[in-house]
Structure formats: C-alpha cells, structure tokens
C-alpha cells in the first residue's frame, strides 16, 4: 500500500503546493527588480542620478535583512495562512511608488518595502519541509525559485509593455507598472488566506491514507530532532552550519540582484525601446530555468548538494568574467553587461569565485552536504 500511497501523495501535494508559491514567488520577485525596469523612465521623470537610484534599490535589502529573521518567528507562532496572507497583502506598499517625488521619499518607500516582503522567501521554504519529504525537497524548492527567472522571463516583457503604456489613466508607464503590482499581490494576499493549510494534518484534499503516509513520513525523518536539546534563535544564529550557507547566499544573491537590477539600464546603453529591452532581458532567465529544473534534478539522483553549488557558482564566476568583456547585443543577451558598466560585474565575478571555494570547504567540513 505504500509503494502506491507515495507517488500518489507526492503528486497531489506537488500540483496543490508549487504553483501556488510559484505564482506568488514571481509576484514577490517581480515587485523586488521592477524598479530596474522603472529606472528606464522614473530617473529622468525625477531627476534621479545613477548613485541615487543605486542607493535605493539597495535600500530595500537593509529592511529586508533586519526583520526577515523576526518575521519568521513570528510565522511559526501564528501560522503559514496567516502570516503569508499577510506578508502579501502588505505589498500594497509597491503602490506608494506611484507618488514619489524626491530621493528621500524613495529611500523610505523602498525602505518599507523590504520590510514588507521580509521573511516570504525563507517562510517559503520553511513551509516546504513541512509539506514534502527530504528525497524530495530539493526539486521542490528549484521548482520554486525557478519562478525567479520566470520571473525576469514572462515580467520583462509585460514591464516593457506597461512602460510603453505612458498616458494611460493619466499615469506614467512605471507608476501603471507599480499600481499594477500591487494590486496584484492584493489578490494573491487574499486567496493566500483561504487556500493554504498550515499543516499536512489540516488538509481536507487528501485522503486519510495519504495524510497518514504523509504525516508519519515527516514525523520519522524528524525523529531525531526530538531528542536533541531544544535551541533559540541565538544559538541557531551563531551555528557554524547558519553562518557558512548565510555567507554562500549573500555571495549569490549580490551577483543575482546586480544583474536583474541593472540589467535594463545595460540594455538600453544599445539604443532599444523599451518594449525590445523587455523581451531581449527575458532570454537570459528563460535559459536558467531550464538550468534549475535540470540541475536540482541531477542533485537529488546523486544525493550531491556542495559540489552542485560549487560548481554552479564557479559557472556564475566566469559569466560574470565574460560578461564584463563583451561588446556586441548578441553575447550580451547571454551574458549581459554593457560598455560603461563592465566594472560592476568585473567586480561581482571573484565574489563569486570565493564563494565557490568557501562553500566547497564547507561542505566538506559537514555544513554543506555530502
């Protein structure tokens, strides 16, 4: 009966679950890098200087990082449902965006909507080990942050069409562009609130056989836990094993977000409208996507994860190297930098490579993997 019950079980979770955060992952990564696509008209609109703009979008990590961590206590207290309900809802931020005038009102709206959308992603994934089992995590979670480079693939077109939408409303195409956003992840708040189970035991879609499979398989894989000492959130942040895969995610996050953020303005430095610059920044994502699925895949058959990052990152390392030396639109397609900023990603590439070498030793010190 369990040879049966498993893949049955796994495939209603599977299509019940990773849509749904798939969806709302391409909302919340939309509403980080849309501000790139902004910047193609919002800077000369408000006389925005590069290091303004800069300043900005950076900004919204430093709210971000500080309440990401109490975010998610407060997730476990109240509850997946609840909290992400809420957490989307609060994106209504993204639409105050329309109303910004000077560089300090960008500050503190960009400000706010890091804290906003603090503690989405890693509440994510917290709810994804309560739902599948190890042997099936890691593909479930690039099937999630695959919607990142969805993201960039299906929203730079439609953020190039809502630019080219000036007049419309009586808005300018990147005010449209945030009040759509907004509006957006409003909805997603909502049927957020009625969709979810917090937990496998909460369910009312699975049979009782398969919540019973499922619950029990959760329960032995966590078995162990329940015999070691119960930690706090200080001693979980001081862990060796937090630290090192919080330092290998810094080092791909700033190579991630550089590249998403800035990669309109690179474009258009090749004279493109910007309905061309949207599609032309989707090529790069559409790419990736295929990369994720098909690498997650190959970690899971091998049971590998610290060489699979390594590697990964290394390749990260020399497209960055290539990025910074390319001169015509056809390798910048795949590799996008552009002229004047050549130096911004010369500068991310041995970030990436000491990455690659830090979580490689970590790794074979225990904290990454096998």
């Not at 910047?39 to 303004?52: E, P, R």
């Not at 990082?65 to 309900?85: E, Y």
């Not at 909805?187 to 029990?216: A, S």
């Not at 015509?328 to 795949?334: G, H, K, N, Q, V």
Request: charged residues 15%.
């Amino acid at each position: 009966m369990t040879h049966s019950t498993e893949p049955l079980t796994l495939k209603k979770i599977t299509w019940r679950i990773v849509p749904f955060v798939m969806f709302a992952y391409f909302i919340a990564f939309f509403d980080r890098i849309n501000i790139g696509f902004a910047a193609l008209t919002m800077n000369q609109d408000l006389g925005f200087s590069s290091t303004v703009f800069g300043i900005g979008a950076g900004v919204f990590f430093i709210g971000y990082f500080l309440t990401d961590i109490p975010s998610n206590v407060i997730l476990q207290k109240v509850g997946p449902r609840i909290w992400l309900a809420r957490i989307m809802l609060s994106w209504i931020v993204a639409a105050c965006m329309m109303f910004v005038k000077t560089a300090t009102g960008f500050y503190i709206i960009r400000f706010m909507l890091g804290v906003a959308e603090a503690g989405f992603f890693s509440g994510i994934i917290l709810y994804l080990s309560t739902w599948f089992p190890i042997k099936r995590r890691a593909q479930v979670i690039a099937f999630f942050m695959a919607a990142a480079p969805i993201s960039s693939m299906l929203g730079s077109p439609i953020a190039g069409t809502i630019l080219s939408m000036h007049g419309a409303f009586g808005l300018k195409g990147w005010q449209l562009m945030f009040l759509i956003d907004a509006m957006a992840a409003i909805l997603l708040g909502i049927f957020t609130f009625f969709y979810l189970n917090d937990r496998p035991e909460k369910n009312r879609w699975l049979t009782e056989t398969e919540t019973t499979w499922l619950v029990n398989t959760l329960a032995e894989e966590n078995r162990d836990k329940s015999n070691q000492e119960k930690s706090n959130i200080w001693k979980g942040l001081t862990d060796i094993r937090v630290l090192t895969l919080a330092v290998v995610y810094f080092g791909t996050s700033a190579g991630l977000y550089s590249l998403n953020i800035w990669s309109p303005q690179f474009i258009k430095s090749f004279g493109l409208t910007t309905f061309q610059i949207g599609f032309i920044n989707a090529i790069p994502a559409a790419l990736s996507v295929i990369a994720m699925i098909l690498w997650a895949k190959h970690s899971d058959k091998t049971k590998e994860r610290t060489w699979h990052v390594v590697s990964a990152c290394l390749f990260a390392c020399l497209g960055f190297i290539l990025a910074g030396s390319v001169h015509s639109l056809p390798l910048a397609i795949f590799f996008p930098d552009y002229r004047q900023y050549r130096h911004l990603f010369m500068q991310t590439a041995p970030m990436e490579y000491s990455i690659a070498l830090f979580a490689g030793t970590g790794g074979r010190r225990g904290t990454g993997g096998h």
